[in-house]
């Protein structure tokens, strides 16, 4: 499946009904994918198509890795996700859009989420009417500071947050338990999450061994 994997044309009505046809996670969260990530063992040969190459390209250079990108790949990857993003909040949300806030699920350290996040949600909000709410959502301890096996740890500002009709979006879902926690976590905070969506939704493609 290509861009937009679940386009939505609404005719108004509260954010939630605006997603009631997206498909849900197991948590209930209802959810959407700009585009499809091609994910693969390190073996074998692969036959994508060059729209799958480019997409994967897209969401590594978004991911903003200095070791990975440069500055204008990122930027131009920056702009087509925000150009994904508006073509599919627009049409679904309408003029409930602007009852919605932006908030971004940080990386695995605050360098990582800066770097990803925070001029991409100051445009996307921008181009939206949403409320920005980055900088109420911190990274207080990297992950790798504290084990693979542990999820970075967060700061969410529940002051800002309590009571807020929230659009989580993320870069990549496999299998969505990271979205769902962190849905939790919003939801703790005084949030109401109305859905999350991702740049790129992972999927396998078959190895031709």
């Known amino acids: 499946m290509n861009d937009l994997a679940h386009p939505t044309t609404t005719t108004g009505g509260t954010p939630d ?9 197991p948590s209930g969260i209802h959810y959407n994918h700009l585009v499809d990530y091609h994910s693969y063992n390190a073996f074998g040969t692969y036959s994508l198509s060059t729209e799958e190459w480019d997409n994967r390209e897209m969401i590594y250079n978004f991911k903003n890795n200095s070791e990975l990108t440069d500055p204008i790949s990122h930027r131009q990857a920056m702009e087509k996700a925000i150009k994904l993003l508006t073509s599919l909040l627009t049409p679904t949300f ?40 980055y900088s109420h959502i911190s ?50 905070a005084g949030a109401h999450v109305v859905a999350a969506v991702v740049l790129g939704k992972t999927v396998r493609k078959p190895s031709n061994e």
């Open 17 to 25: 009904e605006c997603v009631a046809s997206w498909p849900q996670l």
């Open 94 to 133: 309408g003029s409930a859009l602007p009852q919605l806030t932006l908030a971004c699920i940080p990386a695995s350290t605050a360098e990582k989420t800066a770097a990803r996040f925070e001029e991409f949600a100051q445009l996307v909000s921008a181009a939206t009417g949403m409320s920005n709410g």
């Open 139 to 188: 990274v207080v301890a990297d992950q790798d500071k504290l084990g693979d096996s542990h999820l970075p740890e967060y700061a969410i500002d529940g002051e800002y947050y309590k009571g807020r009709q929230v659009l989580l979006f993320d870069d990549i879902m496999a299998t969505g338990g990271s979205v769902s926690k962190f849905a939790s976590k919003m939801e703790e």
